[in-house]
């Protein structure tokens, strides 16, 4: 009996450190999982609030010309959110096309993210 003294407190230890160690992995999973579903969300809006402003602009016929850009109304649809920058350029497959680039930039952390639409444009006669 006395060569399994203190055997039992090591086991408990160890079991311990093994939970810690287990637990640590578990919550930096979770905040990784967290963070991903945040920057999911964030691009999924600049998707739809470029594809609201795109729509906009097409129908009020606010596009610049072509090898132009400009930011439409100043740029901010929300403000603080999502910044849009309106590029246009002559179509190579037709002369009374242009092709309509919409990039939505927005801060995500400490970086700038964006997500650009295209689509293309009668010009006007």
């Known amino acids: 009996m006395k060569d399994r003294r203190?055997?039992?407190?090591?086991?408990?230890?160890?079991?311990?450190?093994?939970?810690?160690?287990?637990?640590?992995?578990?919550?930096?999973?979770?905040?990784?999982?967290?963070?991903?579903?945040r920057y999911a969300a964030q691009y999924t809006q600049a998707a739809m609030a470029a594809d609201a402003e795109m729509s906009r602009l097409l129908k009020d016929s606010r596009i610049p010309d072509p090898g132009g850009a400009g930011r439409p109304d100043g740029g901010?649809?929300?403000?603080?959110?999502?910044?849009?920058?309106?590029?246009?350029?002559?179509?190579?497959?037709?002369?009374?096309?242009?092709?309509?680039?919409?990039t939505a930039e927005w801060q995500n952390g400490g970086k700038t993210s964006r997500f650009q639409i295209a689509t293309y444009a009668r010009t006007a006669p």
């Open 6 to 37: 203190g055997t039992l407190l090591l086991e408990v230890l160890l079991a311990l450190v093994i939970m810690s160690i287990s637990l640590g992995v578990i919550i930096q999973s979770m905040t990784a999982s967290m963070r991903g579903a």
């Open 76 to 102: 901010n649809v929300e403000p603080g959110i999502f910044t849009f920058t309106v590029d246009s350029a002559a179509s190579p497959e037709s002369n009374d096309l242009q092709i309509e680039t919409l």
